[in-house]
């Protein structure tokens, strides 16, 4: 897989892997609870003790940062993998069984595609706040959609090839047809499709932190920190920036990694 990248996916996976890389080894080298708060070291800029500097409350801003990219990273996944596992399996079940099945998946689809999809996130946040699990469920109900919609038309088109054909005609059943002929051809449009999701899923979270919907304080979450610090942008403005650079790379990252593989 690797050889067949090219240059700017490479640089994604790099960037992305140094992300992780930061934020999971953090505790192993800059041992400090991103909860702890020191009102007496209010706003301090970088230094050899704090080396992101703290914020209002005195919190280490480093450990809040690899924390907060974390627990994005940790929900992106998980709701790249619902929406992934649910939209090729009923995007490949749609395109291989066509008729009636087809209709009624695409009729679900279209019910869900009939909301704004932040708005549908919201009433899931609304509904459970301070959630994980409906954030969780809310960003993978909308991103199932995309999912479905491009594997069953590609599904459409394989599912009439002569492989495909000549595998029925033989007694195959769907399971083998799937492990033999849809995911060999859908592999490199199912790479692309998360790394892009994965992206506005990134967004989504974070807008949702920065409107004060979800997570709740004292949570360290990206769009939550940028709400927290705006306040203090003219008097410490490196720790405004942070959160707003670890939003920026990560969604770098990951449409980096969308490109097309050659």
Same mark, same amino acid.
């Given at each position: 897989?690797w050889k067949?990248m090219?240059?700017?996916?490479?640089?994604?996976?790099?960037?992305l892997?140094?992300?992780?890389?930061?934020?999971?080894?953090?505790?192993?080298f800059?041992p400090?609870?991103a *909860?702890f708060?020191n009102? $007496?070291?209010?706003?301090?800029?970088p230094?050899?003790?704090?080396?992101?500097?703290?914020? %209002?409350?005195g919190?280490?801003?480093l450990?809040?940062?690899?924390?907060a990219i974390? &627990?994005?990273f940790?929900?992106?996944i998980?709701?790249?993998f619902?929406a =992934?596992f649910?939209?090729? =399996?009923?995007g490949?079940?749609?395109? @291989?069984a066509?008729g009636k099945v087809d209709?009624?998946?695409?009729?679900?689809?279209d019910i869900?595609?009939?909301?704004?999809? =932040?708005?549908?996130?919201?009433?899931?946040?609304?509904?459970?706040p $301070?959630?994980?699990?409906?954030l @969780? !469920? *809310?960003?993978?109900?909308v991103?199932?959609?995309?999912?479905?919609?491009v594997i069953?038309l590609?599904?459409?088109?394989l599912?009439?090839s002569? +492989?495909?054909e000549?595998s029925?005609l033989?007694?195959?059943?769907?399971?083998?047809c799937?492990?033999? %002929?849809?995911l060999?051809?859908?592999?490199?449009?199912?790479?692309?499709?998360?790394?892009?999701?994965?992206g506005n899923?990134v967004?989504? &979270?974070?807008?949702? *932190?920065?409107? $004060?919907?979800? !997570?709740?304080?004292p949570t360290?979450? !990206?769009g939550?920190?940028?709400? +927290?610090?705006?306040? @203090? @942008?003219? +008097?410490a403005?490196?720790? =405004?920036v942070q959160?707003?650079?670890a939003?920026?790379l990560l969604v770098l990252?990951f449409?980096?990694?969308?490109?097309?593989v050659r």
């Amino acid at each position: 897989m690797w050889k067949l990248m090219t240059a700017s996916q490479k640089s994604g996976v790099i960037l992305l892997i140094f992300l992780c890389a930061f934020a999971y080894l953090q505790p192993y080298f800059y041992p400090m609870d991103a *909860g702890f708060q020191n009102l $007496n070291q209010v706003l301090q800029k970088p230094s050899a003790l704090y080396w992101f500097g703290t914020d %209002h409350f005195g919190r280490d801003m480093l450990s809040r940062l690899a924390s907060a990219i974390r &627990l994005s990273f940790s929900l992106i996944i998980s709701s790249v993998f619902l929406a =992934l596992f649910g939209g090729l =399996l009923l995007g490949i079940w749609a395109g @291989y069984a066509g008729g009636k099945v087809d209709a009624l998946l695409r009729f679900c689809c279209d019910i869900i595609m009939a909301l704004p999809g =932040l708005l549908l996130v919201l009433l899931f946040a609304a509904i459970a706040p $301070n959630s994980f699990l409906a954030l @969780y !469920l *809310g960003i993978a109900l909308v991103m199932w959609v995309e999912f479905f919609r491009v594997i069953r038309l590609l599904s459409r088109s394989l599912a009439t090839s002569r +492989e495909v054909e000549a595998s029925r005609l033989m007694g195959m059943g769907l399971f083998y047809c799937i492990k033999r %002929h849809f995911l060999p051809k859908l592999a490199p449009v199912i790479l692309t499709l998360s790394a892009f999701s994965a992206g506005n899923a990134v967004l989504a &979270l974070a807008t949702l *932190g920065f409107i $004060n919907v979800g !997570l709740q304080p004292p949570t360290p979450e !990206l769009g939550l920190m940028m709400t +927290e610090l705006f306040p @203090y @942008y003219y +008097e410490a403005p490196w720790i =405004l920036v942070q959160p707003i650079i670890a939003v920026f790379l990560l969604v770098l990252s990951f449409q980096l990694i969308s490109g097309k593989v050659r």
